[in-house]
């Protein structure tokens, strides 16, 4: 739930309904390969598959140059239903490479897709609005309602506009973005991120695609409060932030008590998306 670092943004792509992982490296996006191979092939175990085709392939090795024309494989942070882990990732041009040595079906649809989304992160930085419009796609792809998704890209904003605060008056690293965020959590639910998810049945799952509406909105009451505190006070270093965090998460706190009081519900649900009947395209409700 933190925010992103400077270097590093995570997101998840669809080819043919099957997630694949990227992240952003250096204004870069950059493939985890196990999910190329599972997509591509058939193999059991697709981590096997990539030591075998390293074997066999000599450019395809970790320290590989490529001969000096395609950048080596990373290995590049992701959140894991284990913990954070660091993942075996290529660009775009060692993905491709990578396709020329895997026989499948799938190798020129699939070469398509790389293209269309390896640009993408061009596209966005000239139009900032084109990364909504797709994530609202991805969204809509995976059978979230309309005014869900509505809902959520309100709260990604609302999320981006106070990030960008934090990185202005001081936070450096995602410890800080963390701790930060958890701090607003706390004040209004009454708990941190991890314990949260407990709550929702989650695991490397982002929290926010699992909220209720109410929960969604109540977040970002939480998170444009305390960007308004920041700025009221001109808020500089973690002890003025942090302070502001938790007043912010306060202000959504009483909102929170006074719904349950008003309902006589508690607002926080165990409801998540993996339960829903996409099919019957069924709202997350409050």
């Given amino acids: 739930m933190s925010g992103p670092d ?53 450019d395809l090795s970790l320290n590989s140059q490529g001969g000096g024309q395609i950048d080596p494989p990373l290995a590049l942070a992701f959140e894991t239903a284990g913990g954070r882990q660091k993942l075996q990732c290529w660009n775009t041009q060692g993905i491709f490479r990578l396709i020329q040595s895997i026989p499948s079906p799938k190798a020129e649809p699939f070469k398509r897709w790389l293209a269309k989304v390896g640009k993408e992160r061009l596209d966005e930085i000239e139009n900032p ?23 959520r890209l309100r709260g990604i904003a609302v999320r981006q506009d106070l990030t960008d605060e934090w ?20 004040g209004t639910f009454a708990l941190n991120v991890d314990e949260y998810k407990q709550v929702k049945a989650l695991a490397r799952e982002n929290l926010r695609d699992h909220m209720t509406d109410i929960e969604l909105i109540l977040t970002m009451l939480a998170e444009a409060t305390t960007t308004k505190l920041h700025r009221d006070r001109d808020s500089v270093g973690m002890l003025p932030l942090k302070k502001d965090a938790k007043d912010g ?24 998306f993996k339960l829903l009947d996409v099919k019957k395209s069924k709202r997350l409700k409050g």
Avoid: C
Avoid at 129 to 151: F, H, S
Avoid at 169 to 182: K, M, P, S
Avoid at 249 to 272: L, W
């Fill in 6 to 58: 400077n270097n590093h943004e995570s997101r998840v792509a669809l080819f043919q309904s099957r997630e694949i992982r990227r992240t952003l490296h250096n204004e870069e996006w950059w493939f985890v390969i196990t999910d190329i191979i599972a997509v591509l092939t058939a193999a059991a175990d697709p981590s096997d598959y990539w030591k075998k085709m390293r074997r066999r392939d000599p």
């Fill in 129 to 151: 609005e084109l990364a909504m419009g797709r994530m609202q796609e991805l969204y809509e792809k995976k059978g979230y309602p309309k005014e869900w998704i509505d809902k």
């Fill in 167 to 186: 990185k202005q008056r001081g936070v450096t690293n995602r410890q800080e973005f963390a701790i930060l965020t958890n701090e607003i959590m706390h």
């Fill in 249 to 272: 998460g306060a202000v959504a706190g009483r909102t929170r008590k006074d719904i349950e009081k008003q309902t006589g519900k508690p607002v926080i649900s165990q409801e998540n």
